[in-house]
């Protein structure tokens, strides 16, 4: 039975009158990658300097491996984190900063080395190690911190934005390393990509005005039903009205909507709720009435993990 690496129960936070945390409850079980997403001020950076023991909680509780809110002397090289806006001494070398680092969280003079080593080249940063971080681009700095993360293989990373800064290439390098983690370590992503987050994440908690509004793995929010696009041909733009009145007839309660496609073709997106019945019900009630109009080339059925959060987040939204 999987256990939980990290939970927190009513996290409150508060600058006056202000709410950054207002009953945070969150279970991130071992092993998982969980993306944290929600609009700017939604509180996930709060949360993961909170659960780091960066600031002081107003209420709420933390436990992390079992072993209670952050305690340098318990979880020293068991947790791990990257802030969003953090700074390097730029007179240092990566090598001799890391290896501080590894030292400084327990590991032996032996194991810090090798670390600290295998590190920096899996960050690609093995021709940089004795040079200034000073003389390092912002992206390299960047490494050398998510490299910092790593070290020893904590138990539980937290990482805020860590593909912010990097060129295509590292962040595809990034995404295969944090990649081959699942199942090893426990992950916590905050991001705005939500791309990223699709293709990185088990387990995505959507977060908003300081408490999560809804968690789920991955694959529920995007293999759940209630959406279905038909990619049509030769739907011009005339018959479009008729057709979605058609459609909304013979469905109540959908929502008919049209995008523009390449080569002069449309999708005609429906969202309905349970009421419309499964998949096969709403296919066999619809696509007679499109064929009666139009080539049907394709049907997808599902949400991405955008429309899912659009489809939480603005109900209005047409997913």
Not at 195 to 206: G, I
Request: aromatic residues 4%; glycine residues 8%; neutral net charge.
């Amino acid at each position: 039975m999987i256990g939980v690496a990290l939970s927190t129960q009513g996290l409150v936070k508060r600058y006056g009158r202000r709410h950054a945390l207002d009953g945070f409850t969150l279970a991130v079980p071992q092993g998982a990658v969980m993306g944290l997403v929600g609009p700017n001020g939604a509180g996930k950076t709060t949360w993961m300097m909170s659960v780091a023991g960066y600031l002081r909680l107003t209420s709420g509780a933390v436990d992390i491996l079992g072993a209670g809110p952050f305690n340098a002397a318990v979880h020293s090289g068991r947790l791990s984190i990257l802030p969003q806006d953090s700074e390097l001494p730029l007179e240092a070398t990566p090598s001799d900063l890391l290896y501080r680092y590894a030292r400084l969280q327990g590991l032996s003079p032996e194991r810090a080395r090798s670390s600290v080593d295998a590190s920096l080249a899996e960050m690609n940063l093995a021709d940089r190690v004795h040079s200034s971080i000073r003389s390092l681009s912002h992206g390299m700095r960047k490494r050398v911190m998510l490299a910092q993360c790593f070290l020893g293989a904590p138990e539980v990373v937290l990482l805020d934005e860590p593909l912010n800064g990097l060129d295509p290439v590292e962040q595809d390098r990034m995404r295969r390393f944090i990649l081959a983690r699942r199942g090893r370590q426990t992950i916590v992503i905050s991001s705005h990509n939500l791309n990223d987050v699709e293709v990185l994440c088990t387990h995505v908690a959507f977060v908003d005005k300081g408490k999560v509004a809804r968690m789920a793995t991955v694959q529920a929010l995007t293999q759940e039903a209630g959406r279905v696009e038909y990619l049509l041909d030769n739907a011009a733009a005339d018959i479009r009205p008729a057709l979605t009145a058609a459609c909304e007839a013979a469905l109540p309660g959908a929502r008919f909507t049209w995008h523009e496609a390449a080569d002069a073709r449309a999708s005609l997106v429906c969202v309905y709720d349970e009421r419309a019945g499964t998949v096969a019900q709403v296919n066999k009630t619809l696509l007679p009435l499109l064929l009666a109009k139009a080539d049907v080339l394709s049907i997808a059925t599902g949400l991405s993990l955008e429309q899912a959060y659009l489809k939480t987040s603005v109900p209005e939204c047409p997913v």
